[in-house]
């Protein structure tokens, strides 16, 4: 939020006025609420959670990251609760592509800390992070996915395709992950 995600935006910028930036000074880089929270294994997940956003963040920045606060914003709004939204909602594809990639980042880093079977964080959401996850233990890693999480992918089709782009070895493999799990 300091970096100016949606605080740089018109519509906000305008109601913000000549004080945007003393709000963005103000803003931390990074929001964890503990709300459900109890210990530190949940604490622990949740900020590996986050970590990862901001790590997606890092590569891609406000213009792809100001479509995802918005459609997060509208589904909120929508619904009352923090949702992930519909999938076939206009500005869905950034939710299924940051939250797959959150998600996937979170289970296999418990998973690495805490063992006992496989983590399944995000397992029951319409975007299946664990695509990711198969991959991963098929050898197409989340250093190898990070690679293809640039600006324009922007839905899981296009990761699909940027993953392939970066893998054409693995193509099979990666059209069988994401086939798997529609």
């Not at 990862?52 to 509208?74: C, F, I, Q």
Request: one cysteine or more; charged letters at 20%; hydrophobic letters at 35%.
């Amino acid at each position: 939020m300091q970096h100016g995600c949606l605080i740089d935006q018109t519509l906000v910028g305008e109601w913000l006025g000549q004080y945007s930036f003393l709000v963005k000074m103000f803003l931390p880089d990074l929001v964890i609420g503990l709300k459900g929270c109890s210990d530190c294994r949940s604490i622990y997940s949740l900020v590996l959670h986050e970590c990862a956003h901001a790590s997606h963040y890092t590569k891609v920045g406000n213009a792809y990251w100001d479509p995802l606060a918005e459609y997060m914003l509208r589904s909120f709004i929508s619904t009352g609760s923090m949702s992930y939204g519909n999938p076939q909602d206009e500005g869905s594809g950034y939710v299924a592509v940051a939250e797959m990639w959150a998600y996937s980042v979170q289970n296999a880093l418990m998973e690495r800390r805490y063992g006992g079977g496989t983590a399944a964080y995000g397992y029951s959401y319409w975007f299946h992070p664990q695509v990711l996850t198969w991959l991963d233990e098929r050898g197409i890693t989340r250093f190898k996915v990070f690679k293809a999480l640039d600006a324009e992918v922007t839905d899981r089709e296009t990761l699909r395709e940027r993953i392939i782009y970066y893998y054409p070895e693995y193509k099979s493999l990666i059209n069988q992950a994401f086939s798997r799990y529609e």
